[in-house]
């Protein structure tokens, strides 16, 4: 959530802070603004709503300057509104600042500050900063602004630009990411790396408390002692394109498309025949994977799901107790863990505060914490004891499709190596599950032909207010997934239920007319899910089944049928997904919703 983008060079900083902070967009915001120094004067523009109103109100009063910051705000503390939206300033208009977070003691500090004089305008947390380092500020900018953070409580990242010392930007981070472009004669900050990709592959990867001084002289780390940082550069690989849409009308679609290249990759050099799994620099001994009494999975939403897949695939291959939990909802109810527990935690960004704040704990009870994460460099990265990457490489729409996928094949990978070390399953059966994983990229590639198919089921149902997906095992957890990206992306209300539940109440809800989903591909399942969908049949729903390819009755029952090429039941979820996605996404296509920047949602929540 929110955006941070700031520039220092030798080049005109408005256009170059407006570039920067489009290439955040997908993070999700309500509002724009940059501050740039004009002739040794700070001058804001900023106002609600998308980067198009900033870009109008910058092409009736241009500010010319060669530094500045830029931010998209996605609404914590007050609404939506221009006078809410960031840069924020102090009272005379001196100093200036971006922050993502919240300032958890701010009505403190706003206190402390109004007794001492200083006026508020905004119902923000973020205008304390501006003003604490203006109250602090005694010649030296950086001195004041780590005067001003030792104050704060809570999470940040924070870039300041001052009339004092107009030659530079001062930022630091904590608990939300940040990193620093460094360019020829030139250097960024930003909150991803999509924002300076256009200007430079070189990084640095702030950690926090870390401190940065920006100049066109160069840059200086220091630590929250003001000990200079030796940091090394993080060469970029991918491409800028790559952050792009590339053809396709939206980044959700180019993602979808995207899953088998994506499945690959996260397998590459994992899984081999013949040989164990490896999952990088992890490095687990057979004695420690045979002394787990439990293993938890802990995550936020889509990565949930991926958990509860996880869950499956682990104590069936490994024969250990596994238990899924929501991230938001783990820590405060004091779980039983200890050295025995293995937690294994799952977040897209790598930035995910409730996930953050798990691993935290997990560690300080003595758990081992692995992190599967798609971002190289991001807190849960930095701070579990090993990480495994799932390989999805950008993914810029909000709702998560490529990353979910690579998720689950990451809990496939794990499942099989806990396996191996305590040889809880045979050899043969795991050879068996990593000679299918091995084919689902071709068979994904497969699934994505039936778009049209699903286009045109969309445009027949599109206009339901409500819908319902049914599975049993395996399949109910990807109707969940299901359920939540039709709820994403097309504000359609949608729930998702185990198919043996329906008798226990939601069958109430089913009449003439309901759409209901439902996914039928685990074998020992089968006769009990047609059972089921006879159930809905009969009250008048309209059923769409998806479903393996042997699996022909189906037309016999269902209205439409979408099929799934063959594979083993336990890695049906990798394909069984990919047309719910592809449903969501038309759905919304046909609503007119804006399915890479959905209503009110964040890529990357960093707050609780």
Same mark, same amino acid.
């Given at each position: 959530?929110?955006?941070?983008?700031?520039?220092?060079?030798?080049?005109?900083?408005?256009?170059?802070?407006?570039?920067?902070?489009?290439?955040?967009?997908?993070?999700?915001?309500?509002?724009?603004?940059?501050?740039?120094?004009?002739?040794?004067?700070?001058?804001?523009?900023?106002?609600?709503?998308?980067?198009?109103?900033?870009?109008?109100?910058?092409?009736?009063?241009?500010?010319?300057?060669?530094?500045?910051?830029?931010?998209?705000?996605?609404?914590?503390?007050?609404?939506?509104?221009?006078?809410?939206?960031?840069?924020?300033?102090?009272?005379?208009?001196?100093?200036? !600042?971006?922050?993502?977070?919240? /300032? &958890?003691?701010?009505?403190?500090? #706003? @206190? =402390?500050?109004?007794?001492?004089? %200083?006026?508020?305008?905004?119902?923000?947390?973020?205008?304390?900063?501006?003003?604490?380092?203006?109250?602090?500020?005694?010649?030296?900018?950086?001195?004041?602004?780590?005067?001003?953070?030792?104050?704060?409580?809570?999470?940040?990242?924070?870039?300041?630009?001052?009339?004092?010392?107009?030659?530079?930007?001062?930022?630091?981070?904590?608990?939300?990411?940040?990193?620093?472009?460094?360019?020829?004669?030139?250097?960024?900050?930003?909150?991803?790396?999509?924002?300076?990709?256009?200007?430079?592959?070189?990084?640095?990867?702030?950690?926090?408390?870390?401190?940065? !001084?920006?100049?066109?002289?160069? /840059? &200086?780390?220091?630590?929250?002692? #003001? @000990? =200079?940082?030796?940091?090394?550069? %993080?060469?970029?690989?991918?491409?800028?394109?790559?952050?792009?849409?590339?053809?396709?009308?939206?980044?959700?679609?180019?993602?979808?498309?995207?899953?088998?290249?994506?499945?690959?990759?996260?397998?590459?050099?994992?899984?081999?025949?013949?040989?164990?799994?490896?999952?990088?620099?992890?490095?687990?001994?057979?004695?420690?994977?045979?002394?787990?009494?439990?293993?938890?999975?802990?995550?936020?939403?889509?990565?949930?799901?991926?958990?509860?897949?996880?869950?499956?695939?682990?104590?069936?291959?490994?024969?250990?107790?596994?238990?899924?939990?929501?991230?938001?909802?783990?820590?405060?109810?004091?779980?039983?863990?200890?050295?025995?527990?293995?937690?294994?935690?799952?977040?897209?960004?790598?930035?995910?505060?409730?996930?953050?704040?798990?691993?935290?704990?997990?560690?300080?009870?003595?758990?081992?914490?692995?992190?599967?994460?798609?971002?190289?460099?991001?807190?849960?990265?930095?701070?579990?004891?090993?990480?495994?990457?799932?390989?999805?490489?950008?993914?810029?729409?909000?709702?998560?499709?490529?990353?979910?996928?690579?998720?689950?094949?990451?809990?496939?990978?794990?499942?099989?190596?806990?396996?191996?070390?305590?040889?809880?399953?045979?050899?043969?059966?795991?050879?068996?599950?990593?000679?299918?994983?091995?084919?689902?990229?071709?068979?994904?590639?497969?699934?994505?032909?039936?778009?049209?198919?699903?286009?045109?089921?969309?445009?027949?149902?599109?206009?339901?207010?409500?819908?319902?997906?049914?599975?049993?095992?395996?399949?109910?957890?990807?109707?969940?997934?299901?359920?939540?990206?039709?709820?994403?992306?097309?504000?359609?209300?949608?729930?998702?239920?185990?198919?043996?539940?329906?008798?226990?109440?939601?069958?109430?809800?089913?009449?003439?007319?309901?759409?209901?989903?439902?996914?039928?591909?685990?074998?020992?399942?089968?006769?009990?899910?047609?059972?089921?969908?006879?159930?809905?049949?009969?009250?008048?729903?309209?059923?769409?089944?998806?479903?393996?390819?042997?699996?022909?009755?189906?037309?016999?029952?269902?209205?439409?049928?979408?099929?799934?090429?063959?594979?083993?039941?336990?890695?049906?979820?990798?394909?069984?997904?990919?047309?719910?996605?592809?449903?969501?996404?038309?759905?919304?296509?046909?609503?007119?919703?804006?399915?890479?920047?959905?209503?009110?949602?964040?890529?990357?929540?960093?707050?609780?």
């Amino acid at each position: 959530m929110c955006g941070i983008v700031g520039f220092v060079g030798k080049s005109e900083a408005s256009p170059i802070l407006i570039e920067g902070l489009s290439k955040l967009e997908y993070r999700g915001y309500d509002s724009a603004g940059i501050a740039v120094m004009e002739n040794e004067d700070l001058k804001v523009i900023k106002c609600k709503g998308r980067l198009a109103n900033l870009q109008n109100k910058l092409n009736e009063c241009p500010i010319k300057g060669e530094i500045g910051i830029g931010h998209t705000r996605w609404a914590t503390h007050g609404e939506p509104s221009d006078v809410n939206s960031h840069p924020h300033s102090n009272g005379k208009g001196t100093v200036s !600042v971006v922050h993502n977070g919240i /300032i &958890e003691n701010y009505l403190y500090l #706003r @206190e =402390k500050l109004m007794s001492k004089g %200083y006026e508020f305008l905004s119902d923000t947390d973020t205008e304390v900063i501006p003003n604490l380092v203006d109250y602090y500020y005694d010649g030296d900018l950086l001195e004041a602004v780590m005067k001003a953070v030792s104050k704060m409580e809570g999470s940040y990242a924070i870039v300041v630009i001052s009339t004092k010392e107009p030659d530079k930007l001062i930022a630091v981070r904590k608990d939300s990411p940040l990193i620093v472009g460094v360019g020829k004669e030139e250097y960024f900050i930003a909150s991803d790396i999509p924002a300076v990709l256009n200007h430079t592959r070189d990084v640095y990867l702030l950690e926090d408390k870390e401190f940065v !001084v920006l100049t066109r002289e160069g /840059i &200086e780390l220091f630590t929250e002692d #003001r @000990e =200079k940082i030796n940091k090394e550069i %993080y060469h970029v690989t991918w491409n800028a394109d790559a952050a792009e849409k590339g053809g396709y009308e939206d980044f959700m679609l180019k993602e979808i498309h995207e899953q088998p290249k994506a499945i690959r990759d996260t397998m590459t050099s994992r899984i081999t025949l013949n040989n164990p799994v490896v999952l990088d620099k992890i490095n687990m001994e057979e004695s420690y994977a045979k002394n787990i009494e439990k293993i938890y999975i802990v995550a936020c939403g889509t990565a949930y799901h991926a958990g509860v897949i996880g869950k499956y695939a682990i104590e069936k291959l490994s024969r250990t107790t596994v238990e899924v939990d929501i991230a938001s909802e783990f820590r405060y109810r004091n779980p039983i863990i200890n050295d025995k527990t293995l937690v294994i935690v799952i977040s897209q960004s790598g930035e995910t505060a409730d996930t953050l704040a798990v691993l935290r704990e997990s560690k300080r009870k003595g758990c081992r914490v692995i992190a599967v994460t798609n971002v190289v460099g991001s807190s849960v990265s930095r701070e579990a004891d090993d990480v495994l990457y799932t390989w999805a490489g950008p993914e810029i729409a909000v709702a998560s499709t490529k990353a979910y996928v690579t998720q689950l094949i990451a809990m496939y990978i794990i499942a099989i190596h806990l396996a191996e070390l305590k040889g809880s399953t045979k050899t043969e059966e795991l050879e068996e599950i990593k000679k299918e994983m091995l084919k689902l990229p071709e068979k994904a590639e497969e699934v994505l032909k039936h778009k049209e198919a699903l286009q045109k089921f969309a445009s027949k149902t599109y206009m339901h207010r409500d819908m319902f997906f049914l599975g049993r095992g395996l399949d109910y957890a990807v109707a969940m997934e299901g359920s939540l990206k039709l709820k994403e992306i097309s504000y359609i209300h949608s729930e998702a239920y185990a198919g043996g539940e329906l008798k226990h109440g939601p069958i109430a809800l089913i009449e003439n007319g309901t759409v209901v989903i439902s996914l039928l591909t685990q074998r020992e399942l089968q006769d009990k899910m047609v059972s089921n969908i006879r159930e809905v049949v009969t009250r008048g729903a309209k059923v769409m089944a998806i479903t393996s390819e042997d699996n022909k009755n189906m037309e016999k029952i269902a209205d439409s049928v979408i099929y799934i090429p063959k594979t083993l039941d336990i890695l049906s979820p990798v394909l069984s997904v990919i047309p719910l996605q592809l449903i969501a996404y038309y759905m919304a296509k046909q609503k007119g919703c804006d399915v890479d920047k959905p209503r009110n949602l964040a890529k990357s929540v960093t707050v609780e």
